[in-house]
């Protein structure tokens, strides 16, 4: 009876693994909607606590405001133009990064999957060099080409290296792997050119991997801080991404508004591409 009943516990106990991890994880972005609707007087009740020097001190966690308000709100949109400022310098800023790489990343893939040239393999083991390159590693020898260019405190600075950065190149080469070459053998055979045979054959059969890499890219350049805070010096240039820092102590509701505010673009794209977004990854064979 012990060896009957083992393998119906191993599922249970494996579920209640996995739901008490997810609740772990989407813990913290429940607490900071729910304390987006607090009042400012409510929230610095719950977490006055944090101030003290002491260790025995303990935080209210409430899942329900004792009294709802949008002030916060109000606040943030009307009497902060900063934040709807810094929205708009992200949208400017993710938007042609996001376009430029995706076709950047489209020819250079198609090249490296598809085409046979001189010097083709070397060539993209220097990008798989430069790919598991920390940010940190090549900021130098950014800055000082940014220089040189005349681009610093410019938005070009930021847009410019995230067109051209290797990720998107690697990632839709992976997928373009795995489209048989009789595609493009058969439409050789009818006359088909490399272009044609590009934009109307390999990108609808990469469409997943496409869709895939435009989310990564927005998380990525959605919530990049290092660039911005180092190749814009001008406040008005940067992103929203760096506003949360800019918000004084004891504005707690705007913090928790502008957070919920904040993460909203990136749960919308994420909900409507999530199926072509876990399609495009295992199709890339790409291993979590």
Known sequence: MRNLRLPRVIPLLRMFMLASLALIIVMP???TVINSFMTEHEINANYASLGQTSM????????????VSFYQY????????????????????VVPIIIGQLVCASLAAFAFAKLNFPGRDPL???????????????????????????????????ILPGIFAPFGVFLLRQFMLNIPSGYME?????????????????????????AALVVLLFADYWNMVEQPLIFLQDAALQPLSLFLSTIQKGAFGVSFAASTLYMIP??????????????????SGIKG
Do not use: C
């Open 74 to 93: 109000f606040e943030l949109l009307f009497k902060t133009p900063d934040y709807l400022h810094m929205f708009w310098n992200s949208i400017w800023l």
């Open 186 to 210: 058969a439409a050789k055979i009818d006359g088909a050119s490399t272009i044609r045979i590009f934009l109307q054959i390999i990108i609808p059969m990469v469409r997943p991997g496409i």
């Open 266 to 283: 990136m749960v919308l794209l994420f909900l409507y591409a999530e199926p072509h977004f876990v399609e495009g990854i295992e199709m």
């Open 124 to 158: 993209f083991f220097i990008y798989l060099i430069t790919l598991m390159m920390p940010f940190q590693v090549t900021l130098v020898p950014n800055y000082m080409m940014v220089d040189q260019l005349g681009l610093l405190n410019h938005t070009g600075s930021i």
């Open 29 to 31: 972005i429940l607490l």
């Open 56 to 67: 025995n001190t303990w935080v209210t966690l409430k899942l329900i405001p004792d009294w």
